[in-house]
């Protein structure tokens, strides 16, 4: 969900108020997502990264997101959306924690669309954590270091329970994955929209899908029309 602050500068705005913006995104392509039968859906909100920014609009990023989960929460879980946090979480702020675990608590039992909030996200350090777990294992001798295989560290992975990574989005015209589900994204299609985050609705997701349609997915093999 890229461009928020570049939207409010084309727009005379603060950086605030694209991040405000940037929610009604967020709730508009939930929606479509559960709409359009979606199966998970994972929403790069906040990066290991992003604590490089002024205070100021940490600040303000971390009281939209309060007040997102305060004010959301309840129609997400009539919806029948199952929300899980993924990332290393708040390292200080309480109540963004709490606000987590009671999204996941209420809706842990849900069966319609999965929506991953990647928070304090950064695929580096997922790996990282991923590959402590197993070294851990090795070290205590439950296992063996010829036995790790990619099956088993992606098991370790924060996304362990999700199904494999189909299509990454970027908004803003940035062509990058900024360390986004970089293990996941091995074989996913990537599009790459011009669209500024704030303006992102059902019909760019639409035509995300539909050029994703267009792809021809290989997995290193050969075209099964030619074979
Ligand atoms: C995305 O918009 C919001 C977050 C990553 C939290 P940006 O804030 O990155 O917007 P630009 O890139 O400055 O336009
Ligand atoms: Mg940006």
């Not at 007040?67 to 979480?89: M, Q």
């Amino acid at each position: 969900m890229d461009g928020n602050g570049r939207w409010a500068t084309a727009h005379g705005l603060p950086r605030f108020e694209g991040h405000r913006r940037g929610v009604e995104a967020v709730r508009r392509t939930v929606r479509a997502a559960a709409e359009l039968g979606i199966e998970a859906l994972t929403l790069y909100s906040f990066s290991s990264e992003n604590w490089t920014r002024p205070a100021a609009e940490i600040g303000e990023l971390m009281s939209l997101l309060k007040r997102f989960v305060r004010s959301d929460l309840r129609k997400l879980h009539a919806d029948n959306v199952r929300v899980r946090i993924i990332g290393e979480g708040h390292p200080t702020d309480d109540e963004v924690e709490s606000l987590f675990r009671e999204a996941e608590t209420l809706t842990r039992a849900n069966t319609g669309l999965v929506l991953s909030v990647a928070f304090n996200y950064g695929a580096r350090n997922e790996i990282a954590r991923a590959a402590q777990q197993l070294a851990r294992d090795v070290a205590e001798g439950r296992l063996s270091p010829e036995a790790i295989t990619p099956d088993l560290l992606a098991a370790r992975l924060d996304t362990a329970d999700l199904p494999s990574l189909d299509l990454v989005i970027r908004t803003s015209g940035e062509q990058r994955l900024s360390n986004f589900l970089l293990w996941q994204a091995a074989y996913a299609e990537l599009v790459f929209l011009p669209v500024l985050w704030p303006d992102f609705d059902r019909s760019w997701f639409e035509s995300a899908l539909t050029e994703y349609g267009r792809r021809e997915r290989r997995f290193g093999g050969v075209d099964n029309r030619r074979r």
